[in-house]
Every structure is written in structure tokens, then in C-alpha cells.
């Protein structure tokens, strides 16, 4: 199966070429001729698999259709709603790739920057936004923002759109959409609250799904450390000095957390650099732009701010501090190992997480292999005992937060975004990726 025989218009055959793209991926092979149809479609998949192309290219052509039928107007027709602004970068990047011989004009809005710059490309006319729920709804309550015209409305990573606290926003924006419409709604897990909400937006839809969110891809090694809490530095300094790590994506559960391992790795000469949801977009923009180039071997982030996250041919994932939900897990790791590439993720686990280890074995269905070689090791049995005493002793997990989704938990979703103040300027450039032959995954 080659993109050819998806009946794709030759601009966007033509922009898929420069990018190097030969073959879709399953989810585009199957979401992409249920989208030129014009039906409603419900996709699950994980991130990886290359969800935003199976929905940005058929959007471009039945756009670039409807143009030759009829006048021309400078109205929004595609709306994207995402949660994060990496994302929404990406996916806007994505349209300028694909859609660069179309003449479509696209316009990303997240928070962070002057709203200027965005509101004069607005006035001029766009044909796809791409938004967080935040900045979209302030230019709709300034009247910068008018809906009337969608034809097509796509919600990308629903379950952390609704796990970050924008349920309300979602609907209150889809409340301003025509009801006749094309729906697309595309989510890693289907728990009962994001099925309800599809129920609730699709027209009969089609379904999709590829690689539940359960499964790890089998090109990531995994790897578990067991480590007492105060050591998790010195850990991560020891595995760091394998001079064989070009890259490392480090994941902690709190922006402070993300800003001490920064400066700690620093102090011992190692470049890093953090993304989190209280950086300025500049910052975040900067440390990722840093990263990407390898001018920083090291980044750290919260799962808020790498959310979205691409970055081609990162060796290792590391979780210094293993996430609260247990399908957090898998994205994470996610972020290695992608198109086909092998990957190591590596995964201290301190006694307050043994519950959050339990979760995770439960859900992946199966256990990540124990590392004992490093300098700090502790057995599992300790670990256990050590938790237990904690708890019986009155300190319980000592801090560390309760497990669950937090669906709807407004004060969880504004900290790390901010996305309620938000939007960026202008159209986002699309460059090319190389002219290797592949798969397109952008998300």
C-alpha cells in the first residue's frame, strides 16, 4: 500500500514526496478513504502511530475540493481542538508540510504569546485553526473568533484534553459548531468519560483503532530501577555518563521537580534544559529547538509540556519519577522508539511508587525487566517495607499524589498550560524531515 493508492490529489502526493513519504501507516491507511467520505470517525490510537497525518492530509483535500466548487471565502472550515501547545505546534506543522501546494492558509493559537499578531492573520482570513480550548474560547469572547462556517471539527488527544481540565471549554466550543458537520475524534484510551463524549458529537460514526494504549511497542527495551528516593540523582548522573546516550528524554511529575534535576545535572557538567508549562513559550521553544539540534543532550519535562513531543531518533526515555497514571506510562515511552526504531526506556521507581509500578504492570500485562547492575540498588522486598512503614507510621505515600485520571480537575489543567491566556502568530512552516522513504508519523 503506497499513498498513491489513497486517491490523494497530486499537490498534497506531490508535498508527501518532498517530505520522503511513501508508505501510510495503518491508521492512515484506514482513517484517511473513511475521511474523504465525508463520515464521522472515532480513532483510537497511541501516539507514534501516525495519527495526525491520517486526518491532516484528507482535511487539506476535501478543503482543496470544495475551493474549485465553490467562491472562495475567508472563513475558518477545519477546527482542530488539542491541549497542549507542542502539540498544536506540530499539528500546524504538519498542515504547512502537506498542504504547502493546496494555498490553504492555516493559523495555530495556544498560550503564552501577544494575541496581535494572531487576531491580524485572523482578520486576513484562515481556512484551518488549529487551538488549544483556552486562548480559542477568549478571541471567541472577543469576537475574533466566529465558528459558523466549520465543516469539519477534529478533537486530537481527547483523553488528556479531558484529563487536563478542559471538558467544559471542549463543550462550550462545540456548542458554537454547526451541528452539520464532520466529526473526527481521535484519543490514546476510551475510558467511559471520552466515550460518552463521543457519543454525544459523532453521527454514526466509523471506528478506528490501532495498538491499544495497553501494549508498549516491542522496539523499546525497558528497563525498571529499583532506587531509594534520595538517590534518584546520583542514579541519573551514573546512567548519564555512558557516553553512548546522545540523547535523553527525562520525565518528572512536577514542574519543580523538572527545574531541580536541571540544575543538578548542570552542577556535574551535563547540558539540560526543562520544558514545562511555567516556561515562557520562547523557553519551551528554545529547550526543544536545543534539544533537537543536540546542543542539549538532556531534557526534562513534565507530561503536560512533552505531550506532542517529536523528535527523531531518541535513544532513551528515562522516567525519574514514575507517573500517577498508569497510561501516562506508555506515552512516555512512547517517545522513543518511533517509525520502526528501537529505543530503551529506563524507570526508577522509589518506595512511594511501588502502587504506581502495580498499575502499570497491570495495564501493559506484563513486568518491566529489573536492572540490579548501578550502584543504588534495593531490592523489591525492601522497597515494599519500606512503603509499609511509611503508611503505618502515619506518613502514608509522603506527598506523592493519589492515583486517578482527574477528569474535569480545572485547578490540574490551567497550572501546567496556562492555556487560558493564549494564542500564536502567524502560519507555522512545515520543513522537511529528510528524503528517506517512510511512514508519515508527526504526533
Known sequence: MSFENLNLIEPILRALKTEGYTTPTPIQEQSIPIILQSKDLLGCAQTGTGKTAAFAIPILQLLYQDRLQHKEQKTIKALILTPTRELAIQIAESFAAYGKHTGLKHLVVFGGVSQNPQVDSLRRGV?????????????????????????????????????????????????????????????????NEIQNLANTILTRPEKVEVTPVSSTADTIQQELYYVDKGDKKALLNHILKDKGIKTALVF???????????????????????????????????????????????????????????????????????????????????????????????????????????????????????????????????????????????????????????????????????????????????GSRGGNSRSARRD
Request: overall charge positive; charged content about 25%.
Open 127 to 191: 481556512d484551518i485553526l488549529v487551538a488549544t480550548p483556552g486562548r480559542l474560547l477568549d478571541l471567541m469572547n472577543q469576537k475574533y473568533v466566529h465558528l459558523d462556517h466549520i465543516k469539519m471539527l477534529v478533537l486530537d488527544e481527547a483523553d488528556r484534553m479531558l484529563d487536563m481540565g478542559f471538558v467544559n471549554d471542549v463543550k462550550k466550543i462545540i456548542a458554537k459548531v454547526p451541528a452539520k458537520r464532520q466529526t473526527l475524534f481521535f484519543s490514546a484510551t476510551m475510558p
Open 252 to 430: 518528572t511529575r512536577t514542574k519543580h521537580g523538572a527545574d531541580k534535576v536541571v540544575k543538578d545535572l548542570v552542577k556535574v557538567g551535563i547540558t539540560a534544559e526543562a520544558i514545562h508549562g511555567n516556561k515562557s513559550q520562547n523557553a519551551r521553544q528554545r529547550a526543544l529547538s536545543n534539544f533537537k539540534n543536540r546542543t542539549t543532550r538532556v531534557l526534562i519535562a513534565t507530561d503536560i509540556a512533552a505531550r506532542g513531543i517529536d523528535i527523531d531518533e531518541l535513544t532513551h526515555v528515562i522516567n525519574y519519577e514514575l507517573p500517577n497514571i498508569p497510561e501516562t506510562y506508555v506515552h512516555r515511552i512512547g517517545r522513543t522508539g518511533r517509525a520502526g526504531a528501537s529505543g530503551i526506556a529506563l524507570s526508577f521507581c522509589d518506595a512511594e511508587e511501588i502502587d504506581f509500578l502495580k498499575d502499570i504492570h497491570k495495564l501493559i500485562a506484563k513486568q518491566i525487566p529489573v536492572n540490579e547492575a548501578h550502584p543504588y540498588p534495593m531490592s523489591p522486598q525492601s522497597m515494599v517495607a519500606k512503603a509499609e512503614a511509611a503508611a503505618k507510621s502515619g506518613g502514608g505515600r509522603s506527598g506523592a499524589p493519589k492515583r486517578g485520571r482527574g477528569f474535569g480537575n480545572k485547578d490540574r489543567g490551567r497550572g501546567g498550560n496556562n492555556n487560558k491566556s493564549s494564542s500564536n502568530s502567524g502560519n507555522m512552516s512545515g
